[in-house]
């Protein structure tokens, strides 16, 4: 055979263990705003905050040879089995602190289909890989983590203005890396 095509699929998120490709997430659709329904999972009866927002983003890629070509497919998701609201939880301010938790997941989605396509990859590409994603995965919990503290899980109502404001910017800067 003169011709080796080789496709090499393999599916790593930033999930705890024991969650697959196969459970039932709402991929990140600018058309598509979360709603308090989305949050199923059961309330976290040690949290002080009353939602839990349960995002992240996942990949896939193929490899085919000898072009050496990669075929990146990345999403934002939100699981909803794992996100929760406890029973008062129910203004429009507390979901849009929560849709933004999503957004932030987008916008690494964005960054990480831009990291992909700049990247030029070795012999050792499933390494570089699984490197780019790692570091991305830890800018957008550092990310999550920085939103929360600023907002002060949304209670402070400027800082979350500020955010709003600044991740719609970046994900405007973006705009060439969303999916269509």
């Given at each position: 055979?003169?011709?080796?095509?080789?496709?090499?699929?393999?599916?790593?998120?930033?999930?705890?263990?024991?969650?697959?490709?196969?459970?039932?997430?709402?991929?990140?659709?600018?058309?598509?705003?979360?709603?308090?329904?989305?949050?199923?999972?059961?309330?976290?009866?040690?949290?002080?905050?009353?939602?839990?927002?349960?995002?992240?983003?996942?990949?896939?890629?193929?490899?085919?040879?000898?072009?050496?070509?990669?075929?990146?497919?990345?999403?934002?998701?939100?699981?909803?089995?794992?996100?929760?609201?406890?029973?008062?939880?129910?203004?429009?301010?507390?979901?849009?602190?929560?849709?933004?938790?999503f957004d932030i997941s987008e916008l690494h989605a964005?960054?990480?289909?831009?990291?992909?396509?700049?990247?030029?990859?070795?012999?050792?590409?499933?390494?570089?890989?699984?490197?780019?994603?790692?570091?991305?995965?830890?800018?957008?919990?550092?990310?999550?983590?920085?939103?929360?503290?600023?907002?002060?899980?949304?209670?402070?109502?400027?800082?979350?203005?500020?955010?709003?404001?600044?991740?719609?910017?970046?994900?405007?800067?973006?705009?060439?890396?969303?999916?269509?």
């Amino acid at each position: 055979m003169s011709y080796l095509r080789l496709i090499i699929l393999l599916i790593f998120s930033t999930l705890a263990p024991g969650v697959c490709a196969q459970d039932a997430v709402i991929v990140w659709d600018r058309d598509r705003p979360l709603s308090w329904s989305d949050f199923q999972g059961p309330p976290d009866p040690d949290s002080e905050h009353a939602a839990g927002t349960y995002s992240g983003v996942r990949y896939t890629y193929t490899y085919t040879m000898p072009d050496r070509t990669f075929t990146f497919e990345v999403a934002a998701y939100f699981d909803p089995a794992r996100s929760w609201r406890k029973p008062d939880a129910n203004s429009d301010y507390l979901l849009q602190h929560e849709q933004l938790h999503f957004d932030i997941s987008e916008l690494h989605a964005r960054l990480l289909r831009k990291a992909f396509a700049e990247a030029d990859f070795s012999e050792r590409f499933e390494t570089e890989i699984k490197a780019i994603h790692a570091e991305n995965s830890a800018a957008r919990r550092a990310m999550q983590r920085r939103y929360d503290g600023e907002t002060d899980h949304s209670n402070n109502r400027a800082a979350q203005q500020r955010w709003e404001a600044l991740i719609r910017q970046q994900m405007r800067a973006l705009q060439a890396f969303r999916l269509p």
